[in-house]
């Protein structure tokens, strides 16, 4: 059975930063995109980066360029998100999703119907 799991969320300082990492069992991440996504209250899950199966490609949301990074260790299998200089407007629940069916190495995938397999989520709050 497949299950991904997202760590690291908790609450920070505006301007402040954390790391999300996001590991899986009964799944090897390495022949597949992954993706951060996001979603506040009442609001829809949104993409906020995605990252190609080799590394080699990444891509963000504008929301969150220059400020987050995404990456990912293969041989620990886990992808990670390094988010600095946070907002209020990034508190919302984050999302790891790992895409199986993934079409060349540099692929990179944006929306969520792209995915099949996703976390349960892990709390980002940002104070002001």
């Known amino acids: 059975q497949v299950q991904v799991v997202e760590s690291g969320g908790g609450l920070v300082q505006a301007g402040g930063s954390l790391s999300l990492s996001c590991a899986a069992s009964?799944?090897?991440?390495?022949?597949?995109?992954m993706g951060w996504f996001r979603q506040a209250p009442g609001k829809e899950r949104e993409f906020v980066a995605g990252?190609?199966?080799?590394?080699?490609?990444?891509y963000s949301a504008d929301s969150v360029k220059g400020r987050f990074t995404v990456s990912r260790d293969n041989a620990k299998n886990t992808m990670y998100l390094q988010m600095n200089s946070l907002k209020p407007e990034d508190t919302a629940v984050y999302y790891c999703?790992?895409?199986?069916?993934?079409?060349?190495?540099?692929?990179?995938?944006?929306?969520?119907?792209?995915?099949?397999?996703w976390g349960q989520g892990t709390q980002v709050t940002v104070s002001s």
């Open positions: 999703a790992v895409r199986t069916g993934t079409y060349g190495r540099g692929a990179v995938y944006l929306s969520t119907d792209e995915y099949n397999y």
């Open positions: 009964g799944l090897t991440f390495s022949p597949y995109a």
């Open positions: 990252i190609s199966r080799s590394g080699g490609s990444t």
